[in-house]
């Protein structure tokens, strides 16, 4: 094994110029000195094409139309030598030792992926000043694939969180055996696509006192969106998840799916009934509610406890409309 394997950093773009350039020198700054940086611009029509030339030759630019940011990670992945892949969205921030210190772990593990802490910040606020959620932190625990997707979902406590994908140190053989993105999801691409990740790898091991700067910028997501395009790709999204399940389908991951299942239902309904009638289906054929998530505050969650869900979330949806017109 060389010394000092070679790492591709993957940075997708779509008018990202407010911070791309802080991206990139977050990575050309990592402590792991092998390393090369590859910038794919979707489409942009802003400046971020030139700040990234602006770069010279020690990163290689790409562009294509747009096409989403799964596709950019594609094309980026296709031009990766590394024999490691980190991700990078345009808009983050690696801290310095994040790749050395991941990367010493999987030189020790064989066959296991890496994942950090992450650090939320608000755009415009010093990203070194903030602290990893406690909360996420429960769920960053070195385990076994089934066991740590279980976790993160809520099967074993009905609690559960998610990884930003910055936050990941991939093998690219691992990489190679998952598969590419799926470009046919837009919501929750991510999660989908590091389920298979996870499965084809041993293992996870958790980099401590490692850290991932991921950017709060509010309206401006795919996160953030509850638009029937988002919402139907977050549906898509969990019923690959629950195929990629099947091989280990038990009681624990039909009640993990079903949660999963549940999570997306109250967001649908009432505004969406006919994706709602869909994944309630789904709910009934993994075995019925397990779990109903907080709708809101004490108000609500009386409401749904008296009436019923769906008459809660009808208060509440038809409410919040009358209260924003």
């Known amino acids: 094994m060389l010394e000092y394997p070679l790492v591709s950093i993957i940075i997708p773009v779509y008018n990202s110029e407010r911070y791309l350039g802080e991206a990139i020198k977050s990575a050309i700054g990592q402590s792991w000195p092998n390393k090369e940086i590859i910038v794919i611009d979707d489409g942009s029509t802003d400046d971020s094409l030139k700040i990234a030339n602006s770069f010279g030759q020690g990163l290689v630019v790409c562009t294509q139309k747009n096409s989403g940011a799964s596709a950019a990670r594609n094309h980026g992945f296709s031009k990766a030598k590394g024999d490691y892949i980190q991700f ?5 921030i690696l801290g310095a ?8 772990l999987l030189q020790q593990n064989p066959g296991k992926i890496a994942v950090c802490s992450t650090v939320h910040f608000a755009d415009g606020s010093d990203h070194t000043k903030n602290k990893p959620s406690e909360y996420e932190e429960e769920f960053l625990t070195d385990a076994k694939p089934l066991d740590f997707l279980i976790n993160l979902w809520g099967g074993y406590t009905n609690k559960g969180s998610m990884v930003q994908p910055n936050a990941w140190l991939v093998p690219k053989a691992i990489a190679d055996k998952a598969g ?4 046919d999801l837009s919501l929750d691409d991510d999660g989908e696509y590091f389920c298979r990740v996870i499965l084809a790898s041993e293992g996870i091991v958790v980099a401590r006192e490692t850290f991932n700067y991921y950017r709060k910028n509010p309206g401006h997501t795919l996160s953030g969106k509850r638009d029937l395009k988002a919402l139907q790709s977050l549906y898509l999204s969990i019923c690959l998840k629950q195929q990629h399940l099947q091989p280990f389908r038990d009681e624990l991951t039909d009640k993990t799916m079903a949660r999963a299942f549940a999570s997306l239902l109250v967001l649908t309904y009432p505004q969406h009934k006919t994706l709602s009638a869909e994944i309630f289906k789904k709910i009934e054929e993994l075995g019925g509610f397990g779990y109903l998530p907080v709708l809101g505050g004490g108000g609500v969650e009386f409401l749904k406890k008296t009436f019923g869900w769906k008459t809660a979330r009808n208060i509440q949806y038809y409410y919040a409309r009358v209260f924003r017109n």
């Open 88 to 92: 990078l969205d345009a808009d983050d």
């Open 97 to 104: 030792d994040k790749i050395a210190n991941q990367l010493k």
């Open 180 to 183: 590419k993105w799926n470009e």
